[in-house]
């Protein structure tokens, strides 16, 4: 799971990340890593994240204890 992955491993995702999208938009190596995510209308990893996160917690709090 992303939220338990180490900030090196986060860390090498978020650039895959980018180098993907920068070859699918057909854009430069050069073109910084914010605007490639504006560009496809990405959201950051981290916050991609988070939002997984917080539906898992909501999720699991909506299902009935079962004893």
Known sequence: ???SASIEFT???DS???RALK???GLPKSCSNQAVL???GELPLF???EEERRLISIVAMMKPNVV
Do not use: F, M
């Open 47 to 49: 916050l991609r994240r």
């Open 11 to 13: 860390r090498k995702l």
């Open 16 to 18: 895959l990340q980018a």
């Open 38 to 40: 504006v560009d496809a």
């Open 1 to 3: 799971a992303y939220h």
């Open 23 to 25: 070859l699918c938009l």
